[in-house]
C-alpha cells in the first residue's frame, strides 16, 4: 500500500509560481505513474498532469506549458512547478499514485491511492 504526503501550497499572487511535491513511500516508487489532480469549490476534481514510470508526462490543456510535473525515484517524490499561475488555479491539490507504470485515458482510472491534499490559492 502507497502513501502519499503533499506539501507546499500556499497563497500566491496572480503571474506568480508555486511548487507542490508530494513524498510517497510503501511501494518501489519508480515502478509506478504518479499524477495530480485538483478540485476547486463547488467543482468535479480534475486531471492536471501525469507522468509515468518511462517519464512520459501529461497535461491538461488548461495547464499545458504553465505547469511541469516531474519525479525523483532517488527521493520518491513527484512534483509539480507552477508558473504563471492565474485565479482559476485555486483548488486543492491532490497526488495520485497509479496502478501500475502507465498513464491510460480517462487518466483518473489510472490512479489507485490518493494523497490528502494541498491548498493552492491564487489572489488577483
Known amino acids: 500500500q502507497v502513501q502519499l504526503v503533499e506539501s507546499g501550497g500556499g497563497l500566491v499572487q496572480a503571474g506568480g509560481s508555486l511548487r507542490v511535491s508530494c513524498a510517497a513511500s510503501?511501494?518501489?516508487?519508480?515502478?509506478?505513474?504518479m499524477g495530480w489532480f485538483r478540485q476547486a469549490p463547488g467543482k468535479e476534481r480534475e486531471f492536471v498532469a501525469a507522468?509515468?514510470?518511462?517519464?512520459?508526462?501529461y497535461y491538461a490543456d488548461s495547464v499545458k506549458a504553465r505547469f511541469t510535473i516531474s519525479r525523483d525515484n532517488a527521493k520518491s517524490t513527484v512534483y509539480l512547478q507552477m508558473n504563471s499561475l492565474k485565479p482559476e488555479d485555486t483548488a486543492i491539490y491532490y497526488c495520485?499514485?497509479?496502478?501500475?507504470?502507465?498513464?491510460?485515458?480517462?487518466?483518473?482510472?489510472?490512479?489507485?491511492?490518493w494523497g490528502q491534499g494541498t491548498q493552492v490559492t491564487v489572489s488577483s
Open positions: 507522468i509515468s514510470w518511462g517519464r512520459t508526462v
Open positions: 495520485a499514485a497509479g496502478r501500475d507504470g502507465y498513464v491510460r485515458d480517462p487518466y483518473e482510472s489510472s490512479f489507485a491511492t
Open positions: 510503501g511501494r518501489t516508487f519508480s515502478t509506478y505513474a
